[in-house]
């Protein structure tokens, strides 16, 4: 285990990127998985622990110019009792409902859980629904270089993410959801909070007229990385919810999650909650 030889908690964005550009910086934001990590001996501190809490700017939630915008220093109950995130992105405030228990989420960023790439991240589920974008930013010579990707590039493995040691990830952007947007998320797990999730499904999408249009679904848990259910889009993209499509979704959503054996839960359970679940919140919008 490496020793922490120098702290530093920068005031300003830029100030904290170009820190990271000299290498050997620990980025620490709420704490809440690096922490435990550390104590387990499952990562090591860099020379240089940097906190980014200082930075007033990462925690502002906005809209403009029809886009949200979540600073990577939202906390999940900053999220879930924001004005803008209720009117228009509520399947982020369900989420945020099934996630740890006040202590945690008064302090668990968003930046961190997607940081942390679990693939039992919760809340990366309500993002890919939403069709969200991550910012990065680096240093680059004298002056911060912001490139943005698309969330369902973002992740390469777990705990693997496709982020330079060099680079910040300031804020997850969206556009915000149509007045026609329904979104919903269910998490699985003996208890509905401080659970670590073993399936979770989020779907979204315009309902118009009976039919569900422009839809996005995201698995957890259920896979090497939180994952889009492209087979089950594409089985409920323009279709009115009878029955059969519904049973048709469930079973392209086994088809789209690769479960494993763990000590949390079989492939067999994953498989079989993966189509219940999608049933279950495909009957909820119908
Ligand atoms: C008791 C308990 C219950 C929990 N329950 C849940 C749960 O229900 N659902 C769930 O999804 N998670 C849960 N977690 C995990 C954890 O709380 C979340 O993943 C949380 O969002 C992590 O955010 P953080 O700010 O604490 O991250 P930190 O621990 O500060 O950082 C996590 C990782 O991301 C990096 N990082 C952080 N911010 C940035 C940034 N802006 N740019 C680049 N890198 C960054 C850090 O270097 C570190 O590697 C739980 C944890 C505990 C201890």
């Known amino acids: 285990m490496s020793e922490i030889e120098k702290y530093i908690a920068p005031e300003e964005v830029a100030e904290a990127v170009e820190a990271l550009g000299t290498g050997g ?11 435990p990590q550390i104590n387990e001996g499952r990562c090591h501190y860099e020379p240089t622990l940097m906190n980014i809490q200082r930075i007033e700017e990462l925690n502002r939630i906005s809209l403009t110019d029809g886009e949200i915008r979540i600073g990577c220093l939202a906390t999940v109950s900053e999220i879930w009792y924001n ?6 992105a509520d399947i982020l405030c369900q989420t945020a409902n099934c996630f740890a228990s006040d202590q945690i989420r008064n302090a668990a960023t968003i930046g ?15 993002l890919l629904v ?17 490139r943005r990707e698309p969330l369902d590039k973002f992740f390469k493995g777990p705990g693997k993410t496709i982020r330079n040691e060099n680079e910040l990830l300031v804020a997850v ?3 915000k959801p149509s007045a026609d947007f329904i979104g919903q998320f269910r998490k699985s797990g003996p208890r509905p909070a401080l659970e670590i999730s073993t399936v979770t499904v989020g779907i979204g999408g315009d309902l118009k007229d009976g039919k569900l249009e422009n839809v996005r679904v995201a698995f957890g848990a259920v896979g090497p990385t939180p994952l889009r259910g492209k087979a ?7 279709q ?5 499509i ?6 392209a959503a086994q088809k789209d999650a690769s479960p494993i054996d763990d000590i949390r839960a079989t492939t067999w359970y994953r498989n079989h909650l993966i189509a219940v679940f999608t049933e279950e919140l495909l009957n909820n919008v119908c």
């Open 232 to 238: 089950t889009e594409v089985a409920l993209e323009g």
């Open 25 to 35: 910086v620990t980025i620490v934001a709420g704490g809440t998985d690096l922490t």
């Open 112 to 126: 961190g859980n997607i940081c942390n790439a679990s693939p039992a991240g919760d809340m990366i589920i309500p």
């Open 83 to 88: 004005d803008i995130i209720i009117e228009h």
């Open 246 to 251: 519904i049973s048709n979704a469930a079973a």
């Open 240 to 244: 009115i919810l009878t029955e059969d």
């Open 130 to 146: 939403l069709g969200a974008s991550v910012e990065l930013a680096s240093w680059k010579e004298g002056a911060m270089e912001i």
């Open 173 to 175: 952007i969206f556009d």
